[in-house]
């Protein structure tokens, strides 16, 4: 009998969507850990370059299956949510830079809703008891009339990005009142880790800083520093999507630290953490600037806390040490042994 439980979650089966990305890859650890048979949807080129594209999966690999399928076809994910029949299926794929959805408005809007339509309803015809979770984002308040944003904020998205995770959200909602999914939307906020892509600021500063380090580089070129944000662990925030589908009813969440810093207070820290002034290296770039800026960002996670029983863990400073430290290694120095 007190082996039973042990059972019943090693014999759960998961499919996750954009596997391959920063949180992909720290959920497949998590469920692999957890016992459950982890499968992922990546794009056909990821398996056929897996050096590459598949770098982040590094020694959970072989453990995982992988299906290749395409978010913008039906039919493709339609026969993969067939053949895996899921117990709880994380929606994280999506375009995800918002800077690019300037420049294409019209795949980031085709992929990121029709992708999140797509998987609702395979789901709702193949496998409606499944539990399932939608990549929120913090983006979907945008211009908010309140700091800190909670549950009961105003959308007020700022690019296609924004107003396609915005749609999304209300698709998993609609999910969930007209056909009874246990269908759940994370909030998140900006979450990062050593796995972010290099697109993104925190990323894009800490490996400038390693390359500057590392002579490779003499300056870094930066957009809007004034910009402030609510920057978590990924690895911790994985932890709150699982939490989210083990409830007994499904429910939207906000993510987040609750503390806010600027892009200038980011960069202040990894270039003092490696002995150098940000003054002198990061250059104001006018090209970077977004159409549209989202200002402040600062999430109150309470009902996370309260009702899942999440709380971050990694501070600020830890994390943007995390960061650099991690960024020296890949360029072949240890921060403290600066040539
Ligand atoms: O790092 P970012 O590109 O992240 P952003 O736009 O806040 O979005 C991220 O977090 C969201 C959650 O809130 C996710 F939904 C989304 O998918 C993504 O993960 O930019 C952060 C801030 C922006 O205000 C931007 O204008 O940094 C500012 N910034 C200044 N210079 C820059 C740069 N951003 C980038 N990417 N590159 C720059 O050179």
């Known amino acids: 009998m007190g082996l039973l439980p042990l059972f019943q979650m090693s014999s759960k089966r998961a499919l996750i969507t954009g596997i391959t990305g920063q949180d ?3 959920l497949g650890e998590l469920l692999l850990n957890r016992g459950y048979e982890v499968h992922g ?4 080129v990821a398996l056929e370059d897996p050096d590459h594209r598949l770098s982040r999966l590094g020694g ?6 992988l299906h290749a399928a395409s978010l913008e076809s039906f039919a493709s994910i339609h026969r993969v949510v067939h053949e895996v029949q899921p117990d709880e299926c994380y929606h994280l794929a999506a375009q995800s830079f918002v800077s690019y959805s300037f420049d294409d408005e019209f795949s980031t809007l085709n992929i990121n809703i029709d992708g999140t339509h797509f998987l609702l309803a395979a789901l709702r015809a193949l496998a409606p008891e499944c539990r399932f979770y939608f990549a929120g984002s913090s983006e979907m308040f945008g211009l908010a009339e309140e ?6 904020t105003r959308f007020h998205p700022r690019s296609s990005y924004g107003i396609s995770k915005v749609a999304g959200f ?9 056909y009874g999914l246990h269908a759940s939307s ?5 979450h990062e880790s050593p796995r972010r892509g290099f ?6 500063i800490t490996a400038g800083v390693a390359r500057i380090l590392a002579g490779k580089s003499s300056e870094l ?3 809007n520093l004034d910009a402030q944000r609510d920057w978590g662990h990924a690895r911790e925030y994985v932890v709150a999507m699982w939490q989210m589908l083990q409830q007994s009813e499904p429910d939207d969440y906000v993510v987040a630290t609750g503390e806010c810093h600027s892009v200038r207070e980011f960069a202040d820290a990894a270039f003092s953490y490696a002995g150098l002034d940000y003054r002198r290296y990061v250059k104001p770039d006018p090209d970077l600037f977004r159409p549209a800026e989202v200002n402040l960002l600062r999430g109150d996670a309470g009902k996370a806390r309260r009702v899942l029983g999440w709380t971050h863990r990694t501070g600020f400073e830890e994390l943007v040490r995390e960061m650099v430290d991690a960024d020296c290694r890949a360029v072949g120095i240890e921060r403290g042994k600066i040539p």
């Open 186 to 190: 994370g909030i998140l906020f900006n």
């Open 199 to 204: 697109e993104f600021v925190t990323r894009k």
């Open 60 to 65: 959970i690999l072989p453990r995982l299956k």
């Open 24 to 26: 992909g890859s720290y």
């Open 41 to 44: 949807i990546v794009r056909r």
């Open 221 to 223: 070129r930066l957009g």
């Open 170 to 178: 209300h698709l998993t909602q609609n999910y969930r009142e007209a």
């Open 147 to 152: 700091a800190p944003q909670n549950e009961r």
